[in-house]
């Protein structure tokens, strides 16, 4: 599958589901990304900010819970600028805005350096069994993925199983090193 065609196919797949299929979809990421992920390791975790209303996987339950009880790691968030995504450090709700895309975003904060990032946790809208993923086509993550270190983990969130193969990447996709689906979390080669 085209990397078009699955980013048509999965938005599709992901806005159809129901509160009663989504929400507990929702729980089983919360917990398999809490009993899965070691965070003792993690200083700053950077963490997109979820579009719920577009069934986005939930990351606000995870935002508050690593605030609530895991006090060393830091959150960090992106916001676009121009053509790249520039991150910041998370104060809470009050530095948000909604940008042109309906994403919430800082408008103001202590800048994140991006080689103080020791996790991120990536939005996809599909991805496959070797770890390319399909976002909204826009590149964003892409570029701010090859500036990490590259021992750092991209860890993907997905609410669907792999697909087999994607076609059509190409040099500037950069593949996730994991995906947490709510079945479990894979692992990718390196290869």
Not at 14 to 38: E, G
Not at 76 to 103: A, T
Not at 140 to 150: G, N, P, T
């Amino acid at each position: 599958m085209t990397k078009e065609e699955a980013r048509k196919v999965f938005l599709q797949k992901r806005l159809a589901l129901s509160d009663d299929v989504y929400h507990p979809l929702n729980l089983q990421l919360y917990h398999l990304f809490f009993s899965q992920i070691d965070l003792s390791f993690v200083r700053c975790i950077h963490i997109f900010l979820s579009m719920t209303e577009k069934r986005e996987p939930d990351t606000w339950s995870i935002i508050d819970r690593i605030r609530r009880e895991f006090p060393h790691v830091r959150i960090s968030v992106p916001k676009v600028v121009d053509d790249h995504l520039e991150n910041f450090y998370f104060e809470g709700l009050h530095q948000l805005k909604k940008n042109r895309w309906g994403i919430w975003e800082p408008e103001q904060g202590v800048p994140t350096p991006t080689d103080k990032i020791d996790l991120v946790l990536v939005p996809l809208l599909a991805f496959d069994n070797i770890g390319h993923r399909v976002g909204y086509g826009k590149g964003y993550y892409d570029r701010f993925l090859k500036d990490c270190r590259a021992t750092t983990p991209r860890i993907g969130v997905s609410f669907f199983e792999p697909l087999e193969k994607l076609t059509q990447v190409n040099e500037f996709d950069i593949r996730l090193t994991h995906c947490l689906t709510p079945t479990g979390i894979r692992k990718f080669d390196k290869t």
